[in-house]
């Protein structure tokens, strides 16, 4: 049973490659490569278009932020290239002469991460929770890289490379930046083992990090689909004005946007943890299922199936124990 779970996160992987060249996407931005939004004194977010990575786009699919402190800009991931990455540092020097002194990493999937080597050349600290080894040292990360070296080249080639953090955070703590608290909340397991949020106080401004996706089906991948749901519910608990998701606009219904991410991770696994009680074949569950509810969300084609057998994958593991 554990080879097929192998088999199947692998399989899993070659769908998500196979389907980038197929998703439409949003045109990407052309006034500039990044252009910044602010959400509140000093913090400012920029936008990934909603889409699967393509040369177009330049992999353009996540978002990022930077909060400028008196003493320094703090950036929150990296982007999906080194390009990107370096259009994001111009935008923040159009904006403070500051030097960017730390960058907080969320989690270790390729579009928040390709652009730490830009970061790490202007001496940026760079801070992560310690499971994000856990990916750095795998043969995914080293197959992904690779993948995307081809399929996304210029922007992502044989000098992008795979970046550690200058700090391994063991669990949940607090970094004070010019006067400016950043609560970085461990969160995982969940949408990966390494998940962190940072939450600005002061500012009440949540950067969720892919613990949250807005306006589209969330990434479910090897997720530890239970454990998200409950950090989900912990995440309630914070007074947020603005929520900047990993995926999607910021937004100021965090509650509503919360719980499109909880209710669809809770109807995958009821679907799925049903079929594997009653003996039904993932292809079966799949077509009997009604998604209705979701159908219509971006992404839907491309993630949708792919989740559900990872979700189905797991129940199987649950069965077991």
């Known amino acids: 049973m554990m080879q097929r779970w192998l088999v199947g996160a692998v399989a899993a992987g070659l769908l998500a490659l196979s389907a980038i060249a197929q998703t439409a996407e949003q045109p990407a931005e052309t ?35 930077f909060v400028i402190t008196p003493q320094g800009v703090v950036v929150i991931d990296a982007l999906g290239s080194p390009a990107l990455a370096q259009a994001l540092v111009d ?50 990360a080293q197959a992904r890289l690779t993948a995307s070296r081809s399929e996304l080249a210029p922007w992502v080639n044989e000098q992008t490379q795979l970046v550690f953090a200058d700090e391994w955070l063991s669990g949940s703590q607090e970094l004070e930046v010019g006067g400016i608290r950043f609560k970085l909340l461990h969160m995982g397991p969940a ?104 159908v219509n969300l971006p992404l839907f084609g491309a993630a949708n199936r792919m989740n559900a057998f990872n979700i189905y994958l797991q129940a199987e593991q649950e069965a077991m124990k």
């Not at 509140?40 to 990022?64: E, H």
């Open 31 to 65: 006034a500039c490569m990044v252009c910044p939004q602010q959400l509140g004194q000093g913090i400012y977010m920029v936008q990934g278009v909603t889409a699967l990575g393509t040369v177009a786009n330049r992999n353009f699919i996540s978002n990022a932020g």
């Open 91 to 140: 935008e923040i020097r159009q904006i403070s002469p500051l030097p960017i002194t730390h960058v907080l990493v969320t989690h270790f999937h390729a579009d928040h991460i390709y652009g730490l080597q830009v970061f790490k050349a202007l001496g940026a600290r760079i801070l992560a929770h310690e499971g994000g080894k856990n990916y750095l040292f795998s043969d995914t």
């Open 191 to 294: 949408h990966t083992l390494e998940d962190m949020v940072i939450y600005v106080s002061q500012r009440k401004v949540l950067f969720s990090g892919d613990m949250l996706f807005r306006q589209r089906i969330p990434f479910v991948g090897q997720s530890d689909s239970r454990h998200w749901q409950q950090a989900l519910t912990e995440l309630s608990n914070l007074s947020v004005d603005w929520v900047v998701p990993g995926h999607g606009s910021p937004s100021r219904e965090f509650a509503k946007d919360l719980r499109l991410t909880q209710s669809y991770l809770q109807f995958l696994r009821m679907s799925m943890l049903r079929a594997v009680e009653e003996g039904v074949s993932f292809d079966e569950a799949y077509q009997a299922t009604d998604w209705s509810a979701y």
